[in-house]
């Protein structure tokens, strides 16, 4: 019941995104609620740290960029420094919708070719909020 | 005693002649250290000695327009008019020369030494006048900035090469000269450049004496250091046309939506054509997918096309602004970059703080401005992180 009121109200506020419109928390839900079923953080976990060979050459793993421990800043492909993904390390992460749904989209296009369910986005946000 | 040094006095200082003065061997010194300076900086270590390097330019430029006006207003050996040889008194020389050895000794400048003379100073007024050019056309930098467009560059940086090349063989040839004199002579010329004097000898061909004014030199050279400087401050203090647009206008949704995953790369790095190719393929952007929303990517895309390459007069804007826009590639690729970087060590865009080659700004800290200038360049040390 819960659920299902925040996804419209999320979804209401994406288009004029705010930073801080969002928080980890109601990304899990609101996800796993248009995915209906609940978050596996160890889903992913294997998501994130995994090979993939669906993307682009460059960029098999998420943790190509953004390392194998969220906790510490990564690196992109060019070089400049990515600021930690844990929330716990810095609170910054998923508090902005569109920003969210950005690097969602270009990240899951580049690493797995496609982009990735309502399901891995939320067991991804699971898992590096337990962080 | 007293008797006995004043009877010696006159017969030593009859055995010797008084050659070149204490200006002449001053600049002759001084020359050969700033040229030596420049020559070094320039062919050996990298652009960011650039400052020393015009430094000695500059001092070697003044050296010379001194040593000209001293060609006119110094003593006997300093003069042009005693040395510079017609051409039939060179051809006698060398003709003399070939057949053993001349019979008469020039206390001063023999005719060939003096061609060199006249060539080095040629050629170190050439050198300062192409690097002037270079300064103003490449760098944007100095009296030429606005007067000579950064398309020139190539000829300009050529020219003071090949004259730099050219001024290296000379100081051989001239090394080799006083070497061979000194042998033949039997006297050591470098000596003589340093205590002014050489031993008399029956049948030297001495100068007639010519009175020094210096008051008069000093004066011309003053008077030509304070307009010729005046003039310099006028000239470069002019406004620049067609500079890039300063990193500090860029539009926020620049900044946001082409800074997430590297530097800004400055609009004129890239024609308007090759900016088009590049957002028209966003989403298979150098492996990966920066894809955006169609009036986003408009808006960028109308900026960059504004202040494109083709807008500006700079060096990278020159360097770049005919690159072909398909296939869409990363300057690092291209000729015009591997040359400027042939000498920078590959293992340097291994470091982490590098780790890419595009990443510019992490040994260029003018990079977000367009500039590129080598004053702004310093590669970062490796880092223990």
């Known amino acids: 019941m819960k659920k299902a009121l925040i996804l419209p109200v999320l979804l209401a506020m994406a288009p004029p995104a705010l930073a801080g419109d969002t928080s980890p928390g109601a990304l899990i839900e609101a996800y796993s609620a248009q995915s209906g079923s609940a978050p596996v953080p160890e889903n992913g976990k294997a998501l994130f740290l995994g090979k993939h060979v669906g993307g682009k050459p460059d960029t098999p793993s998420c943790a190509t960029c953004h390392t194998n421990d969220p906790r510490k800043g990564g690196q992109a492909r060019t070089g400049k420094p990515i600021d930690p993904m844990a929330p716990s390390v810095n609170p910054k992460r998923f508090t902005d919708t569109r920003f969210v749904e950005k690097w969602f989209r270009r990240n899951c296009n580049s690493v797995l070719g496609r982009e990735c369910s309502a399901q891995e986005k939320a067991d991804i946000i699971a898992w590096l909020s337990s962080l | ?385």
Not at chain 2, 4 to 31: C, G, N, T, Y
Not at chain 2, 106 to 121: C, F, K, S, T
Not at chain 2, 143 to 164: D, K, M, R, V, Y
């Open chain 2, 1 to 385: 005693m007293m008797n006995q040094s004043q009877i010696l006095a006159p017969d030593a200082r009859a055995a010797r002649h008084q050659v070149w003065d204490v200006f002449l061997r001053l600049f002759h010194w001084s020359l050969a250290a700033s040229v030596t300076v420049a020559l070094v900086t320039g062919f050996l270590l990298d652009a960011s000695w650039v400052r020393l390097h015009l430094g000695a330019g500059i001092l070697a430029v003044i050296l010379v327009m001194a040593r000209i006006v001293w060609g006119f207003a110094g003593p006997a050996y300093a003069r042009f008019e005693q040395f510079l040889p017609r051409p039939g008194a060179l051809r006698a020389y060398l003709r003399e020369h070939l057949a053993g050895a001349p019979r008469r000794r020039h206390v001063g400048h023999n005719p060939l030494g003096a061609l060199m003379v006249v060539a080095l100073l040629l050629a170190v007024l050439g050198l300062g006048a192409t690097g002037l050019a270079y300064l103003g056309g490449g760098l944007k930098t100095g009296p030429l900035a606005t007067i000579l467009p950064a398309t020139q560059t190539g000829f300009w940086s050529e020219t003071h090469e090949a004259l730099a090349a050219i001024i290296l063989g000379l100081i051989v040839l001239h090394l080799g000269g006083v070497i061979h004199e000194s042998r033949r002579c039997g006297e050591n010329l470098a000596r003589a450049m340093v205590t002014g004097c050489k031993e008399a000898r029956s049948g030297d061909l001495v100068a007639p004496h010519r009175p020094a004014r210096p008051i008069l030199a000093a004066a011309v050279v003053l008077a030509l250091l304070a307009s010729g400087g005046a003039a310099v401050v006028a000239l470069s203090g002019r406004p620049l046309q067609d500079p890039p647009v300063a990193a500090a206008e860029f539009p926020a949704v620049y900044a946001d939506e082409c800074a997430a995953c590297h530097m800004a790369y400055h609009p004129a790095l890239r024609s308007a054509s090759s900016w088009q190719a590049l957002m028209a393929r966003l989403d298979d952007h150098f492996g990966e997918d920066a894809s955006l929303p169609d009036e986003t990517g408009a808006e960028i895309t109308a900026w960059l096309t504004a202040n494109s390459a083709e807008t500006v007069d700079n060096r990278p804007a020159s360097l770049w602004r005919d690159l072909s826009p398909l296939p869409v590639v990363a300057l690092p690729d291209t000729p015009q970059w591997q040359e400027l970087h042939e000498n920078v060590d590959p293992a340097l865009f291994k470091r982490r703080a590098v780790y890419s080659r595009s990443n510019c700004a992490a040994c260029h800290r003018d990079a977000e401005s367009g500039w590129f200038s080598p004053f702004a360049i310093s590669i970062p040390k490796e880092n223990t992180q």
